[in-house]
T-cell receptor
Framework: AQSVTQPDIHITVSEGASLELRCNYS??????LFWYVQSPGQGLQLLLK??????LVQGIKGFEAEFKRSQSSFNLRKPSVHWSDAAEYFC???????????FGAGTILRVKS | ETGVTQSPTHLIKTRGQQVTLRCSSQ?????VSWYQQALGQGPQFIFQ???????GRGNFPPRFSGLQFPNYSSELNVNALELDDSALYLC?????????????FGPGTRLTVL
């Protein structure tokens, strides 16, 4: 069965610094991978998705993610973090059960000025 | 284009009661999925409805049930509420139930069971 691990529960970065959030998945075939962001009291907003093709995926708000099959990873990156990026980020995997998603536990991003 | 909407925003119930949560899907979407997000956890899949039929169910007991209507809006019903049912309930709609049909989430309903 599919599963997702987000090893970091909390990450704190300074405004303007670069960011990398880790995501590891477990799935026998090529997974479909997603990153969602959740601001306090809000639903989930899709940042980006990977189905196939170029392993470096560009998303909204300046985010990108790279699919690495050899490492079973799909890490989220941003070159320069803004205070408004403070939120909780969820990695999710799909495909085994259609478009039903399995989510990781999330990483809370804090941005310090 | 209207996104996914959910009602109510917040709800407080007592143990043993029943609750109904509602979701309006995004225009053009025929599939609705429901997720439960307990505090400090990622969302967990409850079930999905595709064209008014249940299309998959997660590891939730039968007291969690749902409906999808001809306009593709949906309800989640929970009977005999337990304290552990306290969570954010998220609805997501998608243009289909295929694996490449991306899900778009509503703002959620916060359910507190006392």
């Amino acid at each position: 069965a599919q599963s997702v691990t987000q090893p970091d529960i909390h990450i704190t970065v300074s405004e303007g610094a670069s960011l990398e959030l880790r995501c590891n998945y477990s799935y026998g075939a090529t997974p479909y991978l997603f990153w969602y962001v959740q601001s306090p009291g809000q639903g989930l907003q899709l940042l980006l998705k990977y189905f196939s093709g170029d392993t470096l995926v560009q998303g909204i708000k300046g985010f990108e993610a790279e699919f690495k099959r050899s490492q079973s990873s799909f890490n989220l990156r941003k070159p320069s973090v803004h205070w408004s990026d403070a939120a909780e980020y969820f990695c999710a995997v799909g495909r085994e059960y259609g478009n039903k998603l399995v989510f990781g536990a999330g990483t809370i991003l804090r941005v310090k000025s | 284009e209207t996104g996914v909407t959910q009602s109510p925003t917040h709800l407080i119930k007592t143990r043993g009661q029943q609750v109904t949560l509602r979701c309006s899907s995004q225009s053009g979407h025929n599939t609705v999925s429901w997720y439960q997000q307990a505090l400090g956890q990622g969302p967990q899949f409850i079930f999905q409805y595709y064209r008014e039929e249940e299309n998959g169910r997660g590891n939730f007991p039968p007291r969690f049930s749902g409906l999808q209507f001809p306009n593709y809006s949906s309800e989640l019903n929970v009977n005999a509420l337990e304290l552990d049912d306290s969570a954010l309930y998220l609805c997501a709609s998608s243009p289909g139930q295929g694996s490449t049909d991306t899900q778009y989430f509503g703002p959620g309903t916060r359910l507190t069971v006392l």
